[in-house]
């Protein structure tokens, strides 16, 4: 059980900086997931925490310890990676065994109970004898895992692990891992993953990386509802969040905006007369968008596209001078000719502000009052 503080993180390969400075307090126990777009430096920032690269500014806790200069077998961490590296001539216990056995001193009984105890947990006690060739991706994957926790880390190091496996394979994995949190209660695990619902289902926080720092770190629903910035608004949730250039037309105890090419939209958000005339961002999530035949709906354009996904379809409608088209997720199935004029519409509250720099209007407002 051990809780990390970073403070001011840096990692640079020669004169190129990668992390510029990362600054996060992790609690023991606490699930925290990494996402963001590829080359954003989740991996570097997971090696960096493990002690596989030096850190070249900050530091780093682990408990109440400095770790900066400890290697990371003294650092307590263990790390599984998204390709499983299996020695292949060992059986599933040899490959589980294998770190304890290079401990030197650590009893052949010890190594027995905490193998069989791995493989209780994950669900793999009838695959001990086995080669790992004789095992679907799936469960190498957990032998993978088994293998991190007989090492009984303080802290556990996820980069993208599921992502070898095939959809099916990788709901029942995530399932197993989040179970696996729960059953070594006070376990730090970080997270690294491309997937939305990996992050929103398995994470107490997740972490939005961008180029090197945090945009964002909260509960899923929270960064869901209340993302700070433009960035983290696109990045979580899919289709993405639909985002119009807009001008404030009134500001005051509610907000005025003037979306371009769509009809003007009154918003329940507080904001300063001073910002009256600014150019800003209006967003609006795909799945708040409903079909109207309201006169004054807001969004009305052509059909361009529709896709039918089973449970949902999406519906791509050109309004305005927007660059993207606009998209809603409907229920069920909508059947909907390219080319016939719609109307959408959504209630004031679901919609986002965010200034011409990209940062939520709410704050803004926080900050000012
Ligand atoms: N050993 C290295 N030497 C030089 N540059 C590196 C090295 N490792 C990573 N980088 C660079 O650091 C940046 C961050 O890479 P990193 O692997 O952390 O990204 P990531 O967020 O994990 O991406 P992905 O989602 O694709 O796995 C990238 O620009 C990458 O090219
Ligand atoms: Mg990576």
Do not use: W
Request: proline share 6%.
């Amino acid at each position: 059980m051990a809780s990390l503080k970073l403070s001011q993180i840096k990692k640079a390969y020669g004169s190129v900086e990668v992390l510029h400075g990362i600054d996060l307090d992790i609690r023991a126990g606490e699930f925290v997931v990494f996402v963001g777009p590829s080359g954003c430096g989740k991996s570097t920032l997971l090696r960096v925490i493990a002690g596989l690269e030096d850190i070249t500014g900050g530091t780093l806790e682990i408990g109440d310890q400095v770790v900066n200069a400890l290697t990371p077998k003294q650092r307590g961490i263990a790390m599984v990676f998204q390709s499983y590296a299996l020695y292949p001539h060992m059986t599933v216990f040899q490959n589980m065994a294998f770190g304890l056995t290079l401990e030197k001193g650590t009893p052949t009984s010890e190594i027995d109970r905490r193998v069989k105890e791995a493989a209780r947990i994950l669900q793999i006690e009838p695959y001990l004898d086995r080669l790992p060739k004789a095992l679907s991706g799936g469960q190498r994957q957990r032998v993978a895992i088994g293998r991190a926790i007989t090492r009984d880390p303080q802290v556990f190091l996820f980069d993208e692990p599921l992502s070898n496996l095939d959809a099916a394979l990788r709901v029942q994995t995530r399932i197993e891992i989040a179970r696996l949190h729960e059953k070594m209660a006070g376990t730090t695990m970080i997270y690294v993953t491309h997937d939305q619902v990996e992050a929103m289902t398995l994470a107490d926080r997740i972490v939005v990386l961008n180029k090197g720092h945090v945009e964002q770190v909260g509960a899923p629903m929270d960064l869901y509802n209340a993302p700070d910035n433009l960035f983290v608004a696109k990045f979580l949730g899919s289709p993405s969040m639909n985002i119009l250039p807009a001008t404030i037309e009134r500001a005051g105890a509610t907000t005025r905006v003037l979306p371009d090419g769509a009809s003007a939209v009154d918003l329940p958000i507080a904001t300063p007369h001073s910002i009256a005339g600014s150019p800003a961002h209006l967003g609006v999530r795909p799945e708040d968008l409903s079909l109207t035949d309201a006169p004054d709906a807001p969004f009305r354009g052509e059909v361009a596209l529709t896709e039918s996904l089973g449970e949902v379809t999406l519906i791509y409608v050109d309004i305005g001078r927007a660059d993207e088209p606009f998209v809603a997720k409907l229920p069920g199935e909508v059947k909907i000719a390219r080319g016939t004029h719609v109307a959408l519409a959504t209630k004031p509250q679901a919609m986002r502000l965010f200034d011409e720099a990209g940062q939520a209007i709410r704050l803004a407002m926080r900050r000012a009052a």
